[in-house]
């Protein structure tokens, strides 16, 4: 049986910990878990590297895990702190000699296209800019061996996608999660999920409302990422229970496929 191993590349919210001008308990702490970049995980799989979004942090995720290949993109929805590290995967571009397969549903990929107008409209191009192919998420689908599921939720209004390989399910940005989507969150043993505070939000799933699904769909291990800074790791890990522990920028596991 092969494996998956996967990578938290970055586990902050939207503006990162430390946030820029702040200097809480929490932006100002030296514990290294207490740094977080922007949403990221990095899949690896039968020699292929797939991330789940491109945030601004791209190019420093990429180099702090050592990523030498890149084989596919995964959107979840087109937020700014999802998107806008693409322009950083020019490199891969040119020692891969070839184009990165961008994955999202039509909704995002329209997106994408209107944010960078200059990657997909014909005009000649006086200097490099990222070679991509675009595809569809219509439902299930296969990815260098691996079966990819979409599980739709809503992030506030807008729709966003999970998605769960094997037993594992990464599910960021999120405010609601439907029913039909719940049933493809059953027998995970890590369970990657929004919890971005403990005050509610209007987009996102804070701590009280993840554990209230952490318990329903009973998870081996749970794990909160696009976190805040109200959240510092040792504080906030030392009040949940034993199986839900705040995610980090480096954390590392293997599931398999
Ligand atoms: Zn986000
Ligand atoms: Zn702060
Ligand atoms: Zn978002």
Wanted: glycine letters at 6%; proline letters at 7%.
């Amino acid at each position: 049986m092969s494996s998956l191993q996967l990578t938290v590349l970055g586990s902050g919210t939207s503006m990162g910990v430390p946030t820029l001008g702040c200097h809480c308990a929490v932006c100002d702490s030296s514990d290294p878990h207490d740094k977080r970049t922007r949403p990221s995980v990095l899949l690896a799989y039968g020699g292929r590297n797939v991330v789940i979004d491109t945030t601004p942090d791209f190019r420093y995720q990429a180099m702090r895990a050592h990523i030498d290949r890149l084989d596919a993109v995964i959107y979840t929805h087109a937020h700014a702190d999802h998107i806008l590290g693409l322009d950083d995967i020019r490199p891969f571009n040119l020692k891969q000699k070839g184009v990165v397969p961008l994955y999202g549903s039509p909704q995002t990929l329209a997106l994408l296209r209107a944010q960078f107008a200059y990657i997909f409209n014909d005009a000649p191009a006086e200097s490099t800019v990222p070679l991509v192919e675009l595809h569809d998420i219509d439902g299930p689908f296969d990815l260098f061996g691996a079966r990819i599921i979409p599980i739709p939720a809503m992030h506030g209004s807008q729709p966003v996608l999970g998605f769960r390989l094997g037993a594992m399910a990464y599910l960021t940005d999120f405010s609601q999660v439907p029913e039909s989507s719940k049933a493809l969150l059953r027998n995970l043993d890590h369970f990657i999920l929004d919890a971005l505070r403990y005050v509610p939000h209007p987009t996102h799933s804070n701590v009280e409302q993840s554990l209230a699904l952490v318990a329903e769909m009973k998870p081996k291990r749970a794990w909160f990422t696009h976190i805040c800074h109200d959240l510092g790791h040792a504080e906030a890990n030392a009040r949940l229970p034993e199986n839900v522990r705040l995610a980090y920028d480096g954390l590392q596991f293997e599931v398999p496929l």
